[in-house]
């Protein structure tokens, strides 16, 4: 299965949780969120499985900043995004 084979991957130590990808560019099509990865990949997923993203209108989610390419955030929500939530790996 291939979200347990990327949780194992990715993590260094359960407690510790390292990604293998990272964020480069994030984008909106209709109701998903593309996530642009190095190495070219680009990660799709409805943006209703995160709410408050998906209560921000079209021009607030335009404002949005990438950290070390592992976090997301935007400029009008409180919420910050890990990259392996995104990916849909948990972290404890």
Do not use: W
Not at 16 to 21: E, G, K, Q, R
Not at 44 to 69: C, D, M, W
């Amino acid at each position: 299965m291939l979200v347990k084979k990327l949780n194992q991957s990715t993590l260094k130590s359960k407690s510790n949780p390292v990604p293998l990808v990272k964020m480069t560019k994030v984008d909106f099509v209709n109701d998903l969120m593309k996530i642009y990865l190095q190495g070219g990949r680009v990660l799709t997923v409805p943006v209703n499985k995160f709410p408050e993203i998906k209560k921000l209108k079209s021009s607030q989610r335009k404002s949005y900043h990438i950290a070390g390419g592992i976090s997301l955030d935007f400029d009008d929500s409180d919420e910050v995004y890990h990259v392996n939530e995104l990916l849909g790996i948990e972290v404890n």
